[in-house]
């Protein structure tokens, strides 16, 4: 290290302003008048001005309305009541660019008193990267929510069409159970019926060979009587004619009392029969029944 450069650095001011000037935020030094005393490189650029631009000017050319008309009145007021509002405290404000644009920053203000003399020192550092990068970020949580809310939207409407597949899959069910039990009640139904066929079937095979049996019997009083009478030919057999005449008639009416009941049961199987429900008794009707098996 040169002598020079030694000496240099022992200078408490040159570090300082060494400092001062390569600072990446732009810092500011104005008095109790809002006159800009001093200004680094990077408050400079920050702010599109040359240096002789705004040293000795009033710092509120860098602030854009209502502050640029009430910042003199803030260092006044300050002055006289001594309440700090804004020294000692960071806020964010908006700075006013040459080129008529702003810009958002965050605004450090201290204080410096030297003998009776007010001096304040104004660090800027530009938020404009970090707003676009937080503006950025609620565009994404924005397009995160819609999304979430269209995903939401087309989950809510499969558990509907899920729902209702289920309804119409449950209504199949229980139509289907339905018709299963009708297919059982119909299918005992045939099967009574069958039964019904199979007993109607036995008590007409049980009809035909009786009334068989019953024509069979006065049939041969028929043709045994009707072979009698020609043997009857004279005036005093005439009650023995007479008699097998009647056994023929008695015999021919049997005959038709079975045809009757025949036509009886196809009326019945045919649904043209209509019961009549009469009293009677049954030792008259016995007492007839044995008159004709008598006569028979």
Request: a negative charge; aromatic letters at 6%; proline letters at 3%.
């Amino acid at each position: 290290m040169s002598p020079e450069s030694h000496s240099a650095l022992d200078n408490p001011l040159n570090i300082l302003e060494s400092i001062v000037e390569t600072a990446i935020d732009g810092i500011f030094l104005i008095d109790h008048r809002g006159k800009v005393l001093r200004v680094n490189s990077a408050g400079l650029h920050l702010f599109g001005y040359t240096a002789a631009e705004v040293l000795g000017q009033n710092v509120s050319m860098l602030m854009p309305a209502p502050h640029r008309e009430n910042h003199d009145g803030y260092i006044h007021n300050y002055l006289d009541s001594g309440i700090k509002k804004i020294i000692g405290i960071g806020r964010e404000i908006g700075g006013l660019r040459k080129d008529g644009t702003l810009f958002p920053a965050r605004l450090a203000v201290s204080e410096i008193i030297i003998g009776e003399e007010h001096y304040f020192t104004g660090i800027i550092q530009d938020l404009t990267p970090m707003k676009a990068v937080q503006e950025e970020i609620i565009k994404l949580n924005h397009e995160l929510e819609q999304l979430v809310i269209e995903r939401t939207t087309e989950l809510q409407d499969a558990v509907n069409l899920l729902l209702e597949t289920n309804q119409q899959l449950n209504k199949s069910i229980e139509k289907h159970k339905s018709y299963e039990i009708a297919l059982l009640a119909t299918r005992d139904e045939l099967r009574i019926s069958l039964e019904k066929e199979k007993e109607l079937s036995s008590l007409k095979s049980r009809f035909v060979s009786m009334a068989s049996h019953e024509f069979k019997t006065p049939l041969a009083s028929i043709l045994s009587s009707a072979a009698l009478i020609s043997k009857y030919t004279t005036t005093e057999q005439a009650p023995d004619r007479n008699r097998h005449v009647d056994r023929i008639k008695s015999s021919v009416n049997h005959l038709n009392n079975i045809l009757m009941d025949f036509l009886s049961i196809t009326r019945l199987e045919e649904g043209q029969f209509v019961p009549v429900i009469t009293r009677f008794r049954c030792q008259a009707c016995f007492l007839i029944l044995k008159t004709k098996q008598k006569a028979c």
